[in-house]
């Protein structure tokens, strides 16, 4: 059973940036698609970024284009996502996500793609 930790939360400044970290435990992320998702207080649980098993392609909510990067190192078996230039409305719970379908050709931006999850890193955000 595969577990993920995610790490790299905090408090920053508007226009700072923080790098948060999904570890994972127990089995290889190789072959899976990842993803990361957020949860602002008193909002439903939403889409960040995804990247395929191989790196090979990404996505990302409109909201966090050219301020977000989703990464991952196969050999670490770790998945990243550098945030910069962040914003108050940045503030939320992240959680980090794995695909349990192995080599899945489709990158889901969808919570029902995903069916692993971290247990989150908060990450807030002062104006």
């Known amino acids: 059973q595969v577990q993920l930790v995610e790490s790299g939360g905090g408090l920053v400044q508007a226009g700072g940036s923080l790098r948060l970290s999904c570890a994972a435990n127990g089995r290889t992320l190789s072959y899976n698609n990842m993803a990361w998702f957020r949860q602002p207080p008193g909002k439903e649980r939403e889409f960040v970024a995804a990247i395929a098993w191989n790196g090979g392609s990404t996505a990302y909510a409109d909201s966090v284009k050219g301020r977000f990067t989703i990464s991952r190192d196969n050999a670490k078996n770790t998945v990243y996502l550098q945030m910069n230039s962040l914003k108050p409305e940045d503030t939320a719970v992240y959680y980090c996500?794995?695909?349990?379908?192995?080599?899945?050709?489709?990158?889901?931006?969808?919570?029902?793609?995903?069916?692993?999850w971290g247990q989150g890193t908060q990450v807030t955000v002062s104006s």
């Open positions: 996500a794995r695909d349990p379908v192995p080599f899945n050709v489709a990158v889901s931006t969808t919570p029902v793609g995903y069916q692993t």
